[in-house]
């Protein structure tokens, strides 16, 4: 059975950084593609990141919204099947649950609805 576990979340001050991860057990994901999304109360859940399979000549592609692009990386670790998220240069609207998923199939994929696995969430705030 897939399995997604997150961890890394916190409590920052503005402009700091936090690492979160995501571990996935119960089935390789190392040619399809994982993501990051964040859920703040009382809004819907937010596409931030995701990194999908280019193909044997480019590897690996990441997307990102347009609010953390240049602050945010997501990264993989194929042998440990884990994707990271560095964030960097946190401000107070970055704080929400943080929610790792994944998906079979390689593409730009960035509505919570095209993915099938999820995990149960992280909680980042940062503070002013």
């Known amino acids: 059975q897939v399995q997604l576990v997150e961890s890394g979340g916190g409590l920052v001050q503005a402009g700091g950084s936090l690492r979160l991860s995501c571990e996935a057990s119960?089935?390789?994901?190392?040619?399809?593609?994982m993501g990051w999304f964040r859920q703040a109360p009382g809004k819907d859940r937010e596409f931030v990141a995701a990194?999908?399979?280019?193909?044997?000549?480019?590897?690996?592609?990441?997307d990102y919204v347009d609010s953390v692009k240049g602050r945010f990386t997501i990264t993989r670790d194929n042998a440990k099947n884990t994707v990271y998220l560095q964030m960097s240069s946190l401000k107070p609207e970055d704080s929400a649950v943080y929610y790792c998923?994944?998906?079979?199939?390689?593409?730009?994929?960035?509505?919570?609805?095209?993915?099938?696995?999820w995990g149960q969430g992280t909680e980042v705030t940062v503070s002013s």
């Open positions: 998923a994944a998906r079979s199939g390689s593409g730009r994929f960035t509505g919570a609805h095209q993915y099938e696995y």
């Open positions: 119960g089935r390789t994901f190392s040619m399809d593609t």
């Open positions: 990194v999908r399979w280019g193909g044997l000549r480019l590897y690996y592609y990441a």
